[in-house]
């Protein structure tokens, strides 16, 4: 389904991977793993061909569904309900048989009216063999499923939020593979990228069962371990530290007992490599004290260089980025106040009369099911967004810090370092060169663009300029997404011993237990209540 032979990819001159051979196969449910910037991502948009490799050959055969961090939606004005029929072209059938349905009512001339009867009739056998009256229902039950109310499917993209819009996307490649709604019996190969961003808990339950019972080709990208775990029946590692592609014909448990394995092997390999070769070099240099002896020391110190060079290369640690939140900067008692607060797009109104409160120093978790405004309130607070009524009111000293969730805080055509110098203009060039190397940028990645990172490395670059903002109101809109386990130990240790205001949204049980919230607002309503174990439980639902 997918051969790419001879396959490299590049970062700038940074090598991604060497040249590798892989193959995507009908029933290989593979997961795509290893650390932020290891070029995940770059591989799947290459084996996906939107990207092109530095280096090999790729072969595709039968449809290929994609689903990149950041999807592109194509026209906003286009209902999500169309956007979904679109994958199997029903959205214009539909459209053109409603057309010709209307010119045989409409229609006087009988010549013309019997074109139009035939028309309607190839339209509608065309409608029948792509699934259908079935199909509607279909497209409506997958998008159910991924947590998308029925309401939301008339609306034009434009009116959805980043995470519906994101979801709207997964379902039109969900209903692109399945014949029946319930797994794929297609040879579609599903290329997804972070698919589980913006799930709630039954969702994300919900897309396991879908892809464990998917008979096409698969390879997923997830930090969701669980997912994994279900799902996968191959692993690709890809280790950044060599630039190779690690395969592995087993599930993730197994997968992980193997990589445990190989990295002792190594180590005791090497261990007793080292030692032998020590005790070689220690011999040869006696040797070569004596004439008559140096042909025999140059053989020695030979085989000792030998010895370590047929290693397995030992695998690097990996290096974390030093992810710490901005000392607050002073401000008064309350620093930022909303009152009122409504908002509606078109006819779906998405919450109304929120009125609240941040004191300096204050944590609130902001809880709703997806839709119901969490993103919208936190982009009104910042100010990049106008309510239909009520305001936002600064308070004495206010400085505000906003982390979005579809990083539309980056310029994506500006390069990493015109991103941060953006965020900070009135930095030292040496203070940003060390900020930036903090959080793993460096050399030839300072220049290059923010729209070709991946999304745990777009995050990273998100956080880096919060933490040169001296913020003491931070927004976060699902600050752990796309991170791997130890960034996102990072970002979590950063909550923690943050002193200034959050205001956080979030679908992580450890991020709220990480930042011991004294209040919660809950959505739509905009109720405000305090915080309490009880809530806990609806934060992966919400």
């Not at 959205?91 to 019997?114: G, I, P, S």
């Not at 039109?172 to 589980?196: K, Q, V, W």
């Not at 982009?379 to 239909?388: F, I, S, T, V």
Request: aromatic share 4%; charged share 25%; proline share 4%.
């Amino acid at each position: 389904m997918i051969t790419a032979s001879g396959l490299e990819l590049r970062a700038g001159s940074r090598v991604l991977l060497g040249q590798t051979t892989l193959r995507v196969q009908p029933g290989d449910r593979i997961g795509l793993v290893g650390r932020n910037g290891a070029g995940k991502t770059t591989t799947l948009r290459v084996l996906a061909g939107e990207g092109e490799p530095y280096a090999g050959e790729m072969r595709h055969t039968g449809e290929i569904g994609y689903l990149p961090q950041d999807p592109r939606e194509g026209d906003l004005s286009v209902a999500a309900r169309d956007r979904v029929l679109s994958a199997r072209g029903l959205d214009v059938l539909l459209r053109d048989m409603e057309k010709a349905q209307n010119a045989m009512a409409e229609l006087v001339d009988d010549a013309a009216r019997d074109r139009a009867v035939r028309r309607y009739g190839t339209l509608e056998e065309r409608f029948s063999s792509l699934g259908g009256y079935a199909a509607e229902s279909e497209a409506a039950r997958i998008c159910a499923n991924l947590g998308l109310e029925e309401r939301v499917l008339p609306q034009p993209l434009h009116t959805l939020s980043g995470g519906q819009r994101r979801r709207i996307e997964l379902a039109r490649i969900l209903f692109a593979a399945s014949e029946s709604g319930a797994g794929g019996r297609s040879g579609t190969t599903l290329l997804l990228d972070e698919p589980t961003n913006h799930l709630d808990a039954d969702s994300v339950n919900w897309l396991r069962g879908f892809l464990k019972a998917h008979e096409g080709g698969l390879v997923v990208i997830s930090h969701d371990v669980d997912l994994l775990d279900e799902v996968v029946n191959k692993v690709w590692f890809l280790d950044a530290t060599r630039a190779e592609l690690d395969s592995y014909n087993m599930n993730w448990k197994r997968y992980l007992d193997a990589r445990a394995t190989d990295e002792k092997r190594r180590r005791r390999e090497r261990a007793n490599a080292e030692k032998k070769a020590a005790a070689l070099r220690q011999q040869a240099a006696k040797l070569g004290a004596k004439a008559t002896k140096a042909v025999a020391a140059k053989n020695m110190a030979r085989r000792a260089e030998q010895m370590l060079a047929n290693l397995d290369e030992e695998r690097q640690a990996d290096r974390v980025a030093r992810i710490t939140f901005p000392s607050p900067a002073s401000c008064g008692r309350t620093p930022l106040t909303a009152e009122g607060l409504s908002k509606s797009y078109g006819s779906l109104e998405i919450f109304t009369g929120v009125d609240l409160a941040i004191d300096r120093g204050s944590k609130v978790v902001v809880l709703g099911l997806n839709g119901a405004g969490k993103t919208t309130l936190l982009r009104l607070l910042a100010g990049l967004e106008k309510p239909d009524t009520g305001k936002v009111v600064p308070g004495h000293g206010l400085r505000l810090g906003y982390y979005a969730q579809e990083h539309e805080t980056l310029d994506h055509e500006a390069s990493v370092w015109e991103n941060t110098r953006h965020l900070a203009p009135d930095a030292g060039a040496q203070e940003l060169r060390n900020l930036l190397g903090s959080f793993l940028f460096s050399g030839e990645q300072l220049d290059q663009p923010a729209g070709t990172l991946s999304g745990g490395e777009k995050t990273r670059l998100a956080l880096a300029g919060l933490v040169s903002s001296a913020a003491n109101v931070l927004l976060l809109d699902e600050p752990t997404n796309n991170l791997d386990p130890a960034s996102r130990a990072q970002v979590l240790d950063a909550l923690r011993s943050y002193g200034g205001a959050v205001v956080l949204v979030t679908h992580d049980p450890g991020a709220v237990d990480a930042l011991e919230p004294e209040r919660v607002i809950l959505l739509p309503d905009g109720t405000e209540d305090h915080w309490s174990d009880d809530y806990r439980e609806l934060v992966q639902l919400a």
